[in-house]
């Protein structure tokens, strides 16, 4: 059976050391062996574990979210209905970050194509472009107008 060590695991996750002892103090990382001179242990199952903790961590999951999905998980029978609940509001979490990403790179990608037409505003002495035309996504006000210099 393959094990590995607190750095190892660290590394393996680009986690600091110090968060996955608090993941097991916290107890949703559990069952942690320790060798002869007392170091952590961890297995092919912390890793597993380590992989939903950080998946679900990664789409904004709290820790108190996360003991109780590990709680649960360990009756699922009897913990099925919280097990689903705990996951579809999870999912719908998820799903409202994703829209508001979208959102915010629309947002991004006008910045970029307003800043991009500024720049060639300059190199082709043309007056800079006007930030309410770039308000509503459309892409490069001066691609739609054709206004683009042949110097670019």
Known sequence: ???YTIREVS???NLPASTLRYYEEM?????IGRSDTGQRIYTEAHINRLRSICCFKGTGMSIPKLQAFFAYEENEEDHIDDILSLLSGQ????????VQLQADLEHVKRKLSYYGDIKRSIECGM???????YR???GSL???NGEFCSSG
Do not use: C, H, Y
Request: proline letters at 9%; zero cysteines.
């Open 1 to 3: 059976m393959k094990t």
């Open 127 to 133: 007056p800079r472009p006007s930030w309410d035309d």
């Open 91 to 98: 999912k719908e979490q998820v799903e409202k970050q994703i």
């Open 27 to 31: 107890g949703i990382l559990t069952n």
């Open 11 to 13: 590394q393996l996750f």
């Open 142 to 144: 001066a691609a739609r």
């Open 136 to 138: 509503k996504p459309a």
